[in-house]
């Protein structure tokens, strides 16, 4: 899918956070949104992926003007096309290792149902092999943030928007992580990254550097 941001504009509490951003990610390639601490990195991936309105501007998607869309559409294309490893990580704490990567389970509760081969498989390229049973709020914060990306994998979604994926981890755990954002890629996916580490912004095909204007508009 063609995400597109075209001059786009946010204020949140009276700043203006992102003043006139455009940006194109193209499937197939892994696309970087650079810039320093608090540029708006984050607010510019939430917006491309729909979390976010826009005050001005335009979002695109395949073409289409998505900028208006209905919390129902939305809802839609989070559901059929999209995976999000957000700085939160949206873990659920309480559920084991397992649920967290396919956020199914059967209708009596703790039971997991779906593909567990594929669970399975996206918790070994995560360096997560044999914690499905695990309780999720036990891991470490770069553990669930692996966990995150699991399910994000497990997912294989049109498109993956990603939070500073390489944050918590240390160098394996970091190169591991690029390789897969990379794989998803290769594979067709458009891949969204917000970041501020050289290896991972390395290995991504396109750059954008998300601009230092923010002002004061009280
Ligand atoms: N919900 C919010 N309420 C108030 N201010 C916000 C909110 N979200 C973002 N901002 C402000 O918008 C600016 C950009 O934040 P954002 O998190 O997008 O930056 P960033 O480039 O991702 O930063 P970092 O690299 O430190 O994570 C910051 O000044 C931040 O304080």
């Known amino acids: 899918m063609l995400i597109e941001a075209q001059d786009i ?7 203006l956070v992102l003043d006139g951003e455009s940006v194109r990610c193209k499937p197939g390639i892994m696309t970087a949104l650079v810039g320093a601490s608090g540029s708006g990195k984050t607010t510019l991936l939430h917006c491309l ?7 001005k501007g335009s979002i695109m998607i395949d073409g289409n003007d998505v900028t208006r869309y209905s919390i129902a559409a939305r ?5 059929d096309h999209a995976a999000f490893v957000l700085q939160d990580y949206g873990i659920i704490d309480e559920e084991s290792v397992a649920f967290n990567v396919t ?7 703790r039971r997991v149902s779906g593909n567990k081969e594929q669970m399975k498989q996206s918790l070994e390229q995560t360096g997560l092999k044999g914690r499905e049973h695990e ?7 770069g553990e669930k943030q692996r966990l995150a990306l699991a399910r994000a ?17 240390d160098a394996a755990n970091r190169r591991k992580v690029i390789e897969l954002l990379t794989d998803f890629a290769v594979r067709g ?4 990254v917000s970041t501020h580490d050289s290896e991972m912004i390395g290995a991504c095909s ?10 004061n508009i009280n």
Not at 49 to 55: E, I, K
């Open 9 to 15: 504009s946010v204020a949140i509490g009276g700043r």
């Open 153 to 169: 994998i497990y997912k294989n979604a049109d498109v993956l928007f990603v939070d500073e994926p390489t944050a918590s981890l």
């Open 75 to 79: 809802r839609r294309f989070w559901r």
């Open 135 to 141: 309780l999720a709020g036990h891991l470490s914060g």
């Open 103 to 109: 956020m199914e389970a059967s209708i009596l509760g």
């Open 49 to 55: 992926g729909l979390l976010l309105p826009v005050d």
């Open 206 to 215: 396109a750059m954008h550097q998300v601009g230092s204007k923010a002002r």
């Open 189 to 192: 996916r458009t891949v969204i």
